[in-house]
């Protein structure tokens, strides 16, 4: 299939270089142009509007115009009409500058053949096509970077601004020719300004894109949220020619997906909080249930008990001088009875607990009066005291019998622990309860018995033992639950030391150490 002939207008006033170039035409390629040649500007221009021409060949030099003007003046009314300049000047930098104006290209009068003169006509064609697509893919660039929400700005290597979309130039409220040629130290705080040539830095010398969401603090006040991204810039070589930045505010998003956390953690709270309500009830219902137990065992074997101590007693006076046999039986159904009846005891001490005798009392004389109590059980395991006594003048508010009743029990327990000798360290401080540092345990008040910033007296007990396994550890406040061998443990000493600690208002912890051992802590308002 021909391809159609090309229409061709030629300004040009010397009838002879008017002939040479329609034979020219005519040799380079029969019958593939429709030539339309005009003597002046003015009537070749007036051919633009009667046909639609795909090549000009331009002299300069002509009756009503002359020289660049008469470049300049064809290129305000082709549009996309490629242009050949014609000219009888051999010069390489006038061809140069005419080329740079907006010529296609330039060639000097009876220098060109036919083949010189086609491949001339066709690079023409294609560049203009070329620089018609380059200029609609720049100006969709445009038009879409101006119309993008996010600020967009682009720097050289030296730091300086060669490009900013309108909103850049908003944030900044200056116009785009305030900006280019300028670094970030003419628009923002020193401090500020170097952190983001350090950015683009990075970007240059790590070759990676930079994409977080930055904390900003405008003169204005508050706090805005700002999401960066900033990235290479590479020219058609594949050259590092300097740096991209785009930015825009997540402030509100941010505050959402803040809100969103705060939700799920409140939600998550909740939850935790209906668990530990639900736990507190079972235990209580379990209580309650013991407390039952209790009032049926105070009456059906406390009293049986009691005659069977009776009986004990009788029987010991009567083989005082017996063999030791009989007398060894007979220690160990005392220890059995005394045994039980300690049992019967503390299920009362856990079902009804009684009034609370409180007065100011020394924690220090009280814990000194406790050791004197456990002095057999520490004299007969080796093990050594250390106090780490506070320095407190004023007393505590607490039932020195059910204090004294609890330390008793914690300080048995470490000694039990140390079979093999051991340190029992008691120490003693006053501090302020932190933000996190309560749980509220299954079955326990103390969760909501403190709040952040409360004043405490600690009481901490500190043994040197094996400590006790994970497993076990979250259940030794469970009535009747012991890790002790059996019949060397009621499995409710633990249970009762919370109750009496948490009915003053307080709270018990119990955690292993992480150099061994076991270490309980109790705290106490003040």
Wanted: charged letters at 25%.
């Amino acid at each position: 299939m021909e391809s159609k002939p090309l229409n061709v207008l030629h300004i040009e006033d010397d009838p002879e270089q008017q002939l040479v170039l329609r034979v020219l035409l005519d040799a380079a390629k029969p019958g593939g142009f429709r030539l339309v040649q005009a003597g002046t500007l003015e009537r070749g221009l007036a051919c633009l509007d009667q046909l639609a021409f795909d090549l000009l060949i331009l002299d300069l030099h002509l009756p009503d115009s002359d020289g660049e003007v008469t470049l300049q003046t064809a290129l305000a009314r082709v549009g996309k009409v490629p242009i050949i300049v014609l000219s009888g000047n051999d010069s390489d930098e006038l061809a140069t500058r005419f080329v740079q104006a907006g010529a296609q290209d330039f060639l000097v009068k009876g220098h060109f053949n036919p083949r010189l003169l086609l491949r001339s006509i066709h690079y023409a064609i294609e560049r203009k096509r070329a620089q018609e697509s380059l200029r609609e893919s720049e100006a969709f660039y445009h038009s879409l970077v101006e119309s993008l929400p996010p600020s967009i700005m682009r720097k050289d290597l030296e730091g300086r601004f060669t490009f900013a979309n309108r909103n850049f130039c908003a944030a900044l409220g200056r116009p785009l020719h305030e900006i280019v040629g300028r670094t970030d130290f003419d628009f923002f705080p020193r401090e500020l300004a170097q952190k983001y040539v350090d950015d683009d830095r990075r970007v240059v010398a790590t070759r990676a894109t930079i994409e977080v969401v930055e904390e900003h603090v405008p003169a204005t006040g508050g706090t805005r949220y700002v999401h960066v991204i900033k990235s290479l810039i590479h020219d058609a070589a594949g050259q590092i020619i300097g740096t991209q930045g785009i930015f825009w505010d997540v402030t509100d998003t941010k505050r959402a997906e803040q809100r969103v956390t705060k939700a799920n953690e409140d939600l998550r709270k909740s939850n935790s909080d209906l668990q530990q309500a639900q736990a507190s009830l079972i235990e209580a219902e379990r209580l309650q249930t013991v407390g039952l137990l209790a009032a049926g065992v105070a009456h059906e074997v406390k009293n049986p008990l009691a005659i069977i101590q009776m009986g004990l007693d009788y029987l010991t006076r009567q083989f005082s001088a017996g063999d030791a046999a009989t007398r060894g039986v007979l220690e160990d159904m005392t220890d059995a009875v005394r045994r039980s009846d300690a049992i019967v005891r503390d299920l009362l001490n856990l079902s009804k607990p009684g009034a609370l005798a409180l007065q100011l009392e020394n924690p220090h004389a009280v814990i000194e009066g406790v050791l004197a109590l456990v002095r057999h059980e520490i004299t007969q395991r080796g093990v050594s005291v250390v106090r780490e006594f506070c320095d407190r003048g004023a007393g505590v508010l607490f039932d020195r019998a059910k204090i004294t009743q609890v330390l008793v029990n914690l300080c048995t327990n470490a000694c039990h622990a140390m079979n093999d000798g051991g340190i029992l360290t008691i120490r003693t401080r006053e501090r302020a309860i932190t933000p996190d540092e309560f749980q509220r345990s299954a079955g326990s008040r103390q969760g909501i018995l403190f709040h952040p910033g409360d004043s405490v007296f600690e009481v901490e007990i500190d043994d040197t033992g094996p400590g006790i396994s994970d497993q076990h550890l979250d259940k030794l406040f469970v009535p009747f639950f012991t890790t002790k061998p059996a019949g060397a443990g009621t499995g409710l000493g633990l249970t009762v030391a919370r109750n009496i600690i948490e009915s003053h208002g307080g709270a018990i912890r119990l955690r292993n150490r992480p150099e061994g051992g076991l270490r309980v802590t109790l705290h106490f308002k003040i």
